[in-house]
């Protein structure tokens, strides 16, 4: 991967992943990492970025720095606009899509801004070319994006396309999926050996084991996929060719993994996405209860996101449910290293056991906990 820096890029990520998306673009040459909430800025080559899209596990879009500028009004957003030579970033037949961010912004009308950056980028194609791009806000050929502070605002031309984290392979939904990016956070957070047997208790629709079992072949998340570089100007074919071409072999090793949901739609819904993912034959999957169900080995890492507390109505099930759960723990997981994440911040003290570890996340917009529980034999009360 070449080591020249040669423009600026930010990829953002889930918040409280930003450290261990840094590890990774350090890792694929980047250069200048620098973390910032919800992403990491960084410099390096195109090739850099390429592989950043491709191999990163955590990033969900990585983000082309076109340049900042001063602003007070929605016309000075235009001005900044109308000033980059649109033309030389990608055709005039690409369609566009504009999104707008802000932190502390004066401007009233956030969707007022957003089209007069549409505005400026289809009249400057006009001066230049007389003719304007479609805009397209479901399918676009290219994404820019601007970013406004209190009186600085940032654009940015999207690298990636759809977000990073649609790997391709979701086949079957369940209620409230985990993203695939916060998934392999997750499992990198739990410090699983790829030679130790992992648990998903409540499987869902199988992200979890997705993700771990692509992490173990060492299979690229964005092997499946397109990415929003190929329709821009500056797409260099022989180092985009070199990146997806050199990709390195799978693993050898075929990890122990397992998965279980009380809900038989939920195993199903799994299986169908282990299949789209080639990950089928990997993982052993069955219904059951994660009150009932017993250890698959005797010891390993489980990891669960339970879709407990998603309504107010569940308040009095979880007071009953942490610590039967608790209990199930300790008599049928002793030696396990045990990591729950969840919104309820109650979990820790109803569970009756003391967690090892508590790691701050963020699914979208809600904060949760990754809990983390050692499981000691001999440890359950009486």
Same mark, same amino acid.
């Given at each position: 991967?070449?080591?020249?820096?040669?423009?600026?890029? &930010?990829?953002?990520?889930?918040?409280?992943?930003?450290?261990?998306?840094?590890?990774?673009?350090?890792? !694929?040459?980047? =250069?200048?990492?620098?973390?910032?909430?919800?992403?990491?800025? &960084?410099?390096?080559?195109?090739?850099?970025?390429?592989? #950043?899209?491709?191999?990163?596990? $955590?990033?969900?879009?990585?983000?082309?720095? !076109?340049?900042? &500028?001063?602003?007070?009004?929605?016309?000075? $957003?235009?001005?900044?606009?109308?000033? #980059?030579?649109?033309?030389? %970033? @990608?055709?005039?037949? /690409?369609? $566009?899509?504009?999104?707008?961010?802000? $932190?502390?912004?004066?401007? /009233?009308?956030?969707? @007022?801004?957003? %089209?007069?950056? /549409?505005?400026?980028?289809?009249?400057? @194609?006009?001066?230049?070319?007389?003719?304007?791009?479609?805009?397209?806000?479901?399918?676009?050929?290219?994404? #820019?994006?601007?970013?406004?502070? =209190?009186?600085?605002?940032?654009?940015?031309?999207?690298?990636?396309?759809?977000? !990073?984290?649609?790997?391709?392979?979701? =086949?079957?939904?369940?209620?409230?999926?985990?993203?695939?990016n916060l998934a392999a956070g997750i499992v990198r957070l739990t410090g699983w050996k790829f030679d130790e047997p992992l648990f998903d208790p409540m499987c869902g629709g199988g992200t979890l084991l997705v993700e771990a079992a692509a992490m173990a072949l060492n299979e690229p998340p964005g092997a499946g996929r397109g990415f929003g570089f190929e329709n821009l100007a500056t797409l260099d074919l022989k180092a985009w060719n070199r990146v997806r071409d050199g990709r390195p072999p799978r693993n050898k090793v075929r990890p122990a993994l397992f998965g279980s949901d009380i809900e038989q739609r939920a195993v199903d819904s799994a299986k169908k996405n282990l299949m789209a993912a080639g990950f089928f034959d990997l993982v052993k999957l069955q219904r059951a209860d994660i009150l009932k169900v017993e250890a698959p080995a005797s010891a390993g890492v489980m990891v669960a996101n339970p879709p407990y507390g998603e309504r107010l109505s569940d308040a009095d099930e979880l007071a009953a449910f942490y610590p039967q759960l608790g209990t199930a723990l300790k008599q049928r997981f002793a030696g396990w290293r045990c990591h729950f994440l969840t919104s309820d911040l109650r979990m820790a003290k109803m569970i009756r056991l003391s967690p090892s570890r508590r790691v701050p996340l963020f699914n979208g917009a809600l904060e949760c906990r990754l809990f983390e529980f050692v499981v000691v034999a001999g440890s359950n009360r009486k």
């Open positions: 991967m070449s080591s020249n820096p040669s423009e600026s890029f &930010f990829a953002s990520s889930p918040r409280g992943l930003e450290g261990l998306l840094a590890d990774e673009l350090r890792a !694929l040459g980047a =250069q200048d990492v620098t973390q910032a909430a919800g992403g990491v800025a &960084f410099t390096g080559s195109w090739e850099t970025c390429y592989a #950043v899209n491709f191999h990163s596990r $955590i990033a969900s879009r990585v983000l082309w720095h !076109l340049g900042s &500028f001063d602003y007070a009004t929605e016309e000075d $957003i235009y001005a900044a606009a109308r000033s #980059v030579s649109w033309r030389h %970033l @990608f055709e005039v037949g /690409k369609s $566009i899509r504009v999104n707008l961010t802000a $932190i502390r912004s004066p401007l /009233k009308s956030l969707d @007022f801004a957003t %089209l007069r950056i /549409k505005d400026a980028i289809c009249d400057r @194609f006009r001066d230049d070319t007389g003719i304007r791009p479609d805009v397209d806000r479901l399918n676009p050929d290219v994404r #820019v994006h601007c970013f406004l502070e =209190q009186a600085k605002g940032t654009l940015y031309l999207d690298t990636s396309g759809e977000p !990073l984290f649609k790997r391709g392979w979701r =086949q079957a939904a369940v209620e409230a999926p985990l993203r695939e």
